[in-house]
């Protein structure tokens, strides 16, 4: 089973990202997305988790065994994009409530939640008081709380020091080896080495293909 | 591009000097910032290097004017060597880069800020030039939205956005972000030329790109600067440190075996 773009078409305004895109994506499988500058990385990614909606062609989904299409859980290259609340504890929890957890489960939920990215003490702050990093792991915990079916994570190491870099591969692994697909936009050899496969796009055609060494 | 006449003739430096410094945050007990005493000369690049939360970008902005702190002063100002009337001109790039947009288009933005900048009469010309040091085709972005630039036109314009303003002094707060290996290498070779005739501040979780940028580093840790000087000081008194040296150990002697 795998995603598999068919014929799809997509453009900002006038300036054509993908024309008539034929791919083929292993379902389940921690996949890189990578590519130049401006090549339509974003793009893909938004348009796999449904953010984007192709000009024409479909884009067809493994369907589970109640026929429903999976969960997406994406984060935004900038993590300013992803916040909603004015108060830290509330955007952890913003996926939850979506989703019409109960409120025990939650609360619990969300305050182991916040221990782990060590702002506890700040939960009543604003995000916009948070730095750079600290947005970044907030955004990623808001957005893997929920556990979806698939992470889709727009270069999500991009503003993390090498010890937040190192516990964020170590979630995605565990969450990946717990049957999570991840979709990993990044720019670095050493990210893409992580994963299973990679979609490589170049002047606006995207081919999936195994990365070495892996099974 | 990067020379500057007033440069040539008067040999100006800027320096930063930070007494009895304390920036508090709200909401936030557990963390302030302090400085309580510190003179650096920006003869040459400085790298501030730090972990997430170490107050690297509070410290920029505190530079820059655009923070201020609870108690106690921190400035950059010209040397005592250099006699001028005008203070320095300082340019910071935020972190996000979106923040630099004034108007909603590429283009708008760049009219509005050349219009601010009437000393620059060839703005415009220096930020097409510069985006084209990035590979990044000026005519191609112009009538963008701010929102419709991929993360890496984004960093790249608000880059050739502030160098072209010419600044005295100007900090960049992690610039690689959204850069990949040949943004990161334009980034490196564009921003040296420029330090050779002015000041510059790099702020960075990237230490890999400190060493290539910079002379002078300082170490943050917990809102503190925990070690300042040059590489060779770096490596030979920093890792004596136990208090901050373990932490950063691994970090620092890969990037040591490469250098």
């Known amino acids: 089973m795998s995603i598999r773009f068919i014929d799809v078409s997509f453009a900002y305004k006038e300036k054509p990202v993908f024309s008539h895109l034929n791919l083929e994506i292993p379902e389940s499988n921690w996949v890189a997305i990578t590519g130049n500058c401006g090549t339509g990385k974003s793009t893909l990614a938004k348009l796999i988790a449904g953010i984007l909606e192709p000009d024409s062609g479909r884009i067809e989904f493994p369907k589970s065994s109640n026929d429903e299409i999976p969960d997406f859980g994406y984060l935004f290259q900038n993590p300013e994009d992803q916040f909603v609340h004015f108060f830290i504890e509330r955007e952890i929890a913003f996926n939850l409530e979506n989703q019409n957890y109960p409120i025990e489960m939650m609360t619990l939920k969300v305050r182991n939640s916040l221990g782990e990215i060590g702002l506890s003490d700040r939960r009543k702050d604003s995000p916009n008081r948070l730095s750079g990093g600290e947005k970044q792991r907030l955004a990623l915990m808001g957005t893997m709380i929920s556990e979806p079916n698939y992470l889709i994570l727009d270069e999500p190491s991009s503003y993390l020091d090498i010890l937040a870099q190192n516990d964020l591969i170590k979630r995605i692994t565990a969450l990946h080896a717990s049957g999570v697909g991840i979709f990993w936009i990044t720019q670095n050899e050493q990210e893409k080495a992580l994963t299973k496969f990679c979609i490589e796009i170049v002047d606006g055609n995207a081919k999936c293909f195994p990365m070495k060494g892996s099974c | 591009m990067f020379s500057d006449e007033r440069f040539l ?204 940028l910079s002379k002078e580093f300082w170490i943050m840790e917990q809102g503190k600067i925990v070690f300042h000087g040059n590489f060779s000081e770096l490596a030979s008194n920093f890792l004596q440190r136990e208090t901050v040296g373990l932490r950063f150990f691994k970090e620092f002697t890969a990037v040591s075996t490469l250098s």
């Open chain 2, 9 to 212: 003739l008067m040999c100006p430096s800027i320096q930063i000097i930070a007494k009895n410094l304390v920036c508090r945050y709200e909401n936030n007990d557990s963390f302030h910032l302090e400085i309580p005493d510190l003179t650096q000369m920006v003869d040459s690049p400085i790298g501030i290097y730090g972990l997430i939360g170490s107050g690297k970008s509070s410290l920029g902005q505190m530079i820059a004017g655009l923070l201020q702190p609870n108690s106690g002063e921190i400035r950059a100002s010209w040397g005592p060597e250099t006699k001028s009337l005008e203070s320095p001109k300082i340019v910071y790039l935020p972190q996000f880069p979106g923040k630099i947009f004034l108007g909603s288009r590429v283009v708008e933005t760049v009219d509005l800020i050349a219009q601010m900048n009437p000393s620059i009469p060839n703005f415009s010309t220096d930020v097409r030039n510069l985006l084209s040091l990035f590979s990044v085709d000026y005519a191609a972005i112009s009538e963008r939205n701010g929102y419709e630039l991929s993360g890496g036109e984004l960093r790249r314009f608000a880059l050739s956005l502030g160098i072209a303003r010419q600044p005295d002094l100007l900090i960049l707060d992690e610039p690689t972000i959204g850069l990949g290996k040949i943004g990161r290498t334009q980034l490196t070779e564009i921003a040296g030329e420029f330090s050779k005739n002015h000041a510059l501040i790099v702020i960075s979780h990237d230490f890999s790109l400190l060493v290539a």
